[in-house]
């Protein structure tokens, strides 16, 4: 019997095959589709890039000139520096190239991927489940915001429907008016309304563009194919006559809908990514969430498998990601004040008090530590920036020190052990020359948030 069965190889399902297996595990991801998923650009913020680098993975392997994030497309840019971290931009990748890279993480650790399958019968019993004929221990639901586990279970997924559609495409123009941005800038200077429609028009690196649409009067279905005169139309309106498509080389739709499941644990399910969260893609949250969510869940499932957890370390999963994801379903909707079309004067002038805010140094900080991720803690955890360090070995970081997906108790002074220390986590003695940490006993958790170190055996048994 596998350890856990995982629904899904989206970049949720991967990261935590990944952290399973690395726990040693046995763990086997399900996946219908065959091939890589969308080449859809997306933004690694910077908490996820530093998640990534504790595992040894380059999060910048493509690094272009990333923005530095945005608030609903406000003008005023987001300065993720104060954060003391090693990425103080937005990352820019694809979607399917991320899927890869955590893949062969993945598979390099002994997960086991077998595409091509799709789930159709899933089956919960004591001890554990089945799933279309494999049995396991565990499943976790990592099949996005359609999940059929989801809904083969009958787990209700409360929200708000969506009201509006938008489209997106990556296109080739065969000639461009001066409306057309010419290089990829902030948010706020790649957006346009006019004539009915509102878009975003991205350059991107292999010559193409981001096209992303929608009209303010009519709506096309949620699955209703990309046409090319729809693109041209859009196009016509925004950027005027002289702007003309050359070809559309890949097209997809989304929508507005909000929505959250109301527990992230159903006995031995759980569900994690799109599966338990979905909401508008600004500020570019979803997939960061899901891989923050696999690197929260992993540990903990692992030590459950193992039975080494303490009691309720599972819990805490649901306790701590709820309501990170519950935050980001909030300041999406947030955003959507400002970017709806027709925003209307009451609006405007809350937008200009807004801008205004965000220019304070700490408010600029509160939007930062929201968007990017570094602002997030959970109750008595909280994160560790990668301190450089000189061990007994020499020179090195702390993420370097987490790469096992160990716990790690980290004394920047001479603390004795902890009582109750049987070697459950690493244990590394090393100076720093950061004035906030030097001399402090600190308890790492391998998703990267210190706790204290007196709770040892609440966390790692
Ligand atoms: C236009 C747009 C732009 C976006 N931009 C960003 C961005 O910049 N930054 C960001 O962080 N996020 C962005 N997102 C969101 C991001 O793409 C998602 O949040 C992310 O893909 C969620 O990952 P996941 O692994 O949870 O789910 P998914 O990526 O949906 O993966 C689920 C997987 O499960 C598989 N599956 C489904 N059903 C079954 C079944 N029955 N059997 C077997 N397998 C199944 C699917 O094939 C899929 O591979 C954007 C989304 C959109 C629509």
């Known amino acids: 019997m596998t350890d856990v069965l995982i629904a899904g190889a989206g970049p949720t399902g991967l990261a ?22 969308l ?12 998640l990534l680098e504790l595992r040894g993975l380059d999060p910048a392997d493509q690094e272009t000139e990333g923005p530095s994030g945005h ?35 993945a598979l390099k650790h002994g997960a086991v991927v077998e595409r091509g399958h799709e789930i159709t019968t899933v089956d919960v019993g004591a001890d554990g489940v089945t799933v279309d004929g494999r049995r396991a221990r565990w499943l976790v639901a990592c099949d996005g915001a359609h999940s059929t586990v989801r809904r083969l279970l009958g787990v209700p997924f409360p929200g708000r429907t969506e009201t509006h559609v ?51 009067t009519t709506q096309p279905g949620r699955d209703a194919p990309v046409s090319d005169t729809e693109v041209t139309e859009a196009l016509t309106a925004l950027y005027g ?6 070809e559309v080389y890949g097209a997809s739709r989304f929508n507005d809908a909000t929505r959250q499941l109301e527990r992230y644990r159903h006995g031995r399910v759980l569900f994690a990514g799109d599966a338990a969260h979905i909401h508008p893609p600004l500020g570019g949250q979803g997939l960061n969430l899901g891989v923050q969510d696999a690197m929260n869940l992993g540990w903990k499932l692992a030590a459950t498998v193992r039975g080494t957890a303490p009691e309720g370390l599972l819990d805490t999963y649901h306790d701590e990601r709820h309501p990170a994801a519950a935050r980001v379903l909030r300041h999406t909707a947030a955003q959507r004040v400002f970017t709806a079309p027709n925003r209307g004067e009451n609006v405007e002038a809350l937008r200009e008090i807004v801008v205004d805010l965000m220019r304070l140094p700490d408010a600029n900080s509160y939007f930062s530590g929201l968007l990017s991720g570094l602002g997030l803690g959970y109750p008595g955890a909280r994160r560790v920036p990668d301190l450089d360090l000189t061990t007994s070995d020499g020179p ?9 997906g160990r716990g790690l108790l980290l004394d920047l002074g001479d603390h004795p052990v902890p009582p109750g220390f049987t070697g459950q986590v690493d244990h590394v003695r090393a100076a720093t020359s950061d004035d906030e940490y030097r001399g402090r006993l600190l308890l790492v958790r391998p998703d990267g948030y210190a706790v204290d170190p ?7 048994g």
């Open 39 to 50: 080449p859809r650009p997306v933004g690694l913020q910077p908490r996820t890039a530093e």
């Open 16 to 37: 935590l095959a990944a952290e399973l297996a690395m726990a040693g595990v046995s763990v086997r991801v399900l996946e219908r589709r065959e091939g890589p998923g």
């Open 241 to 246: 006559a002289e702007t003309r498509l050359g």
């Open 396 to 404: 090195t970081r702390l993420s370097a020190l987490l790469r096992g």
């Open 71 to 105: 608030f609903a497309g406000l003008p005023v840019a987001l300065d993720h520096s104060v954060w003391h971290t090693r990425h103080p931009r937005v990352i820019n990748r694809t979607q399917d190239d991320v899927e890869a890279m955590l893949a062969e993480h």
């Open 166 to 216: 938008a489209t997106l495409a990556h296109i080739r123009l065969a000639a461009a008016s001066e409306l057309v941005p010419a290089r990829a800038a902030h948010f706020s200077q790649v957006t346009r309304q006019a004539n009915g429609y509102w878009s975003m028009l991205t350059p991107l690196g292999d010559g193409g563009h981001r096209f992303v649409f929608g009209s303010t």
């Open 454 to 460: 007196a709770e040892l055996g609440r966390w790692f």
